[in-house]
């Protein structure tokens, strides 16, 4: 089966921890992204990795940061979470003209 | 500042009629838009896209009309089935680039049987 994997599917921390999200596709694509999912069901890019560069790194916070080990692999690590973090963080990757999404890390900080 | 936007916020449509879903932009150097659709508990699927250079882009029950002038588009889903409901995001880029898509903030469609 080829598709982008989020692991976990939910996350319940306290302000202050760090907390890790991973991402893998099997699509053999060479960009991955992710997005935040704001309650309102916003969508809006955080990161993207070309071949492990980082090509395009919006206004983010930066306790965020991205790891990527190879172009299959995108985690994202969040150092010191505040309440505003919580959202549903979503992976992709894309072909030339499609993006495709993983299911998504739903995060609650109490 | 918000440079995709949709409406209505939700919708709610009976089984068999049309659902109209609308989108405005702001960018004219935007020439690619897709819709996403997605389902709670999953992340959004490509379901249908048009390039500027059309005004018109059909697949199945799904149809988007495009008005470059107006900076507008909608979907338009006919013969509406409850399996449709879900939301509908509309997105822009310039020259298919997805690390530049700006979604609108969704449309709720609710299909009632």
């Known amino acids: 089966e080829t598709a982008v994997f989020q692991t976990p599917n939910y996350h319940v921390t306290q302000v202050g921890n760090e907390v890790s999200f991973n991402c893998k596709q099997t699509l053999g694509h060479d960009t991955m992204y992710w997005y935040k999912q704001d309650s309102k069901k916003l969508l809006k890019i955080m990161f993207s990795?070309?071949?492990?560069?980082?090509?395009v790194n919006e206004t983010v916070p930066r306790r965020f940061s991205p790891q990527s080990s190879d172009k299959a692999h995108l985690n994202l690590r969040i150092k010191s979470v505040e309440p505003e973090d919580s959202a549903v963080y979503l992976c992709?990757?894309?072909?030339?003209?499609?993006?495709?999404f993983g299911a998504g890390t739903r995060l609650s900080v109490l | 500042q918000q440079q995709v936007r949709q409406s209505p916020q939700s919708l709610t449509v009976w089984e068999g009629e049309t659902a109209i879903l609308n989108c405005s932009y702001e960018?004219?150097?935007?020439?690619?838009f897709p819709w996403y659709q997605q389902f709670p508990g999953e992340g959004p699927a490509l379901l249908i896209s048009?390039?500027?250079?059309?005004d018109k882009k059909e697949d199945g029950r799904f149809t988007i009309f495009f008005n470059k002038r107006e900076k507008k588009l909608s979907l338009h889903i006919t013969d509406s089935q409850p399996g449709d409901s879900a939301t509908y995001f509309c997105a822009a880029s310039e020259n298919y680039n997805q690390g530049k898509l700006i979604f609108g903030q969704g449309t709720k469609l609710s299909i009632k049987p």
């Open positions: 992709a990757s894309s072909s030339e003209n499609t993006l495709y």
């Open positions: 990795y070309n071949n492990k560069q980082l090509i």
């Open positions: 960018d004219s150097t935007f020439n690619y």
């Open positions: 048009i390039r500027s250079v059309s």
